[in-house]
């Protein structure tokens, strides 16, 4: 049966985070698992869920030729936007996606009432994992109008590249998803960013990380959402949970209103 929610712009919203382990290399397990967390996510009464950087795939980069799809026929995007649809959210998370150009790390956000928007294509590859030699660079900013308003949307290693929030700050995002892999050991390194990037920005950061082990690497979870004086709302642990809360938008105005670090930048200066 199909969950219908209201279309009526509000600052206050819901969304949940999965953090989930993601079997390498297998699209079929991966979308098996996750069917109940967008059930459980729907049952909370969510807006919005964000699944993890390549959550179909996780980092099975050799056989990223195999594994690629395209967005607007693709068998993976039809069962996201079927999901989105059946269950009344909004889905996005990035997957292995094949362009005429290439393949990219692109995140589309997948609506209720079948809209598909984007992808965004993931700007910055992360050479330690290989990123750079097997796929294409995104070229332009993810930033969309949604039914709470504007979002910016960003996939890991991005997290690094201050310049990419501030755009979508002064660009008027008050929300700003990020889906990722980050691994042990720079656990503090995640934690510390994700925060400043809230907090330099002013707006509500969603960071949902992966879980588990591939062949290389140890995921260290830890999936934040912090609010726009930086303080954290919610951090979940190191193993497999859905993140839910509910969120007022309207909280950005007031942090922007108390300190008003964007009206007060001088990009002349530097």
């Not at 209201?6 to 919203?13: E, L, P, Q």
């Not at 070229?139 to 991005?158: H, N, Q, R």
């Not at 497999?240 to 942090?255: N, R």
């Not at 209103?257 to 001088?266: H, S, T």
């Amino acid at each position: 049966m199909r969950t219908t929610r209201s279309n009526t712009v509000s600052s206050r919203f819901t969304i949940s985070l999965a953090q989930i382990d993601i079997a390498l290399g297998d699209v079929d397990l991966n979308l098996d698992r996750a069917q109940p967390w967008v059930t459980k996510a729907s049952a909370r009464g969510s807006d919005l869920l964000v699944f993890p950087e390549l959550w179909t795939t996780g980092y099975d980069l050799t056989r990223a030729g195999e594994l690629a799809e395209p967005i607007s026929t693709g068998p993976t995007a039809a069962v996201f936007s079927d999901w989105a649809q059946t269950f009344g959210l909004w889905i996005t998370g990035s997957f292995l996606a094949r362009y005429a150009g290439g393949i990219y790390n692109a995140a589309p956000l997948f609506g209720p009432e079948g809209q598909i928007l984007g992808p965004y294509n993931k700007i910055h590859r992360f050479g330690l994992m290989n990123e750079d030699r097997w796929l294409q660079a995104g070229s332009a900013p993810g930033l969309f109008e949604l039914p709470w308003g504007t979002t910016g949307l960003a996939i890991c290693y991005d997290l690094r590249f201050p310049e990419l929030f501030r755009s979508y700050a002064l660009a008027g995002a008050r929300l700003i998803l990020l889906p990722s892999e980050w691994p042990h050991p720079r656990l503090a390194h995640w934690q510390t960013l994700v925060r400043a990037r809230a907090i330099e920005n002013q707006c509500f950061f969603a960071a949902v990380n992966r879980v588990g082990e591939d062949r290389n690497n140890s995921f260290c979870g830890h999936t934040l959402l912090v609010d726009p004086f930086g303080e954290i709302i919610e951090e979940a642990d190191e193993t497999e949970m859905l993140v839910t809360t509910t969120i007022d938008l309207a909280q950005v105005g007031k942090a922007r209103a108390q300190i008003p670090v964007l009206e007060d930048r001088r990009p002349d200066c530097y």
